[in-house]
């Protein structure tokens, strides 16, 4: 078995990480500990608060005793908004706390592009526009090329919680560009576990989604790989021997 802890703030999307892991359909467990947010707006000040060393340790010990062998912060914003030098000293302040692995969502939508192969990538953004500007910076300083993003400029995760699939759809397309080569939708409050296929197939390329980067990069601190394309490109990279059954997810050892 494979456990790979969640901290994730409030709540909102969370119940996409149940659906993951049921879809993964293999030994891989994501305990979750829901950490304080204090006022649920998208403003820079809150969000630095939100991912505060006191904020984040809350949750260690519970999934410490959990079992987790990775601990990752499933809050791109409560990540990113601190600079790419300040979110890893946030996440290696984190891995000291727990004495385990750890990142975050921000350095998941890195990590995966790089996995992907895709240099020049357009982000599709719920929040409002000064916070996409601090995404794009953090993924700039990653070494990625920002060719479009959008911002919807909603200012709450409970708004976004409830968005359905039309909308999400409807977000991913209006900032889409012919030159990206793959879309990133990062607010860790939007639902979009249940149909990544769909929004890859209407876009005609890969997505990647905060839910879904989550899981990835936490199954990568551990070394461990497993196709379920059902989640997308992502996790379709990588496929099993020929002649292997093929669950919904199968592990993929190299």
């Known amino acids: 078995m494979t456990t790979v802890g969640l901290l994730y703030p409030g709540h909102a999307a969370e119940d996409d990480f149940p659906r993951l892991e049921i879809t993964l359909d293999t030994d891989i467990r994501l305990p979750l500990f829901h950490t304080e947010t204090g006022e649920d707006t998208y403003q820079p000040g809150v969000l630095l608060e939100t991912g505060a060393p006191d904020r984040l340790s809350e949750g260690v010990e519970e999934l410490r005793l959990a079992g987790a062998e990775a601990l990752v912060w499933a809050s791109p914003a409560g990540s990113f908004v601190y600079g790419w030098a300040g979110a890893h000293n946030q996440i290696a302040t984190l891995a000291r706390s727990a004495g385990l692995p750890a990142s975050s969502t921000a350095f998941g939508f890195v990590h995966a592009a790089r996995e992907l192969g895709a240099g020049r990538v357009a982000i599709a953004a719920a929040w409002p526009e000064d916070v996409t500007t601090f ?112 669950p919904k997810g199968v592990e993929v050892r190299e």
């Open 135 to 246: 995404f794009t910076e953090f993924l700039v300083a990653g070494g990625a090329e920002v060719v479009s993003s959008g911002s919807a400029g909603v200012t709450t995760a409970a708004e976004v919680a409830s968005w359905r699939v039309d909308r999400v759809k409807e977000l991913a397309l209006a900032a889409d560009h012919p030159d990206a080569e793959v879309l990133l939708l990062p607010d860790a409050a939007l639902h979009t576990a249940a149909f990544i296929p769909e929004l890859e197939e209407a876009l005609g390329k890969p997505v990647l989604t905060a839910s879904q980067v989550t899981v990835w990069e936490g199954l990568r601190l551990t070394d461990r790989r497993i196709w379920a394309p059902t989640l997308g490109t992502l996790f379709a990279a990588r496929r099993p021997a020929p002649g292997a059954v093929e």
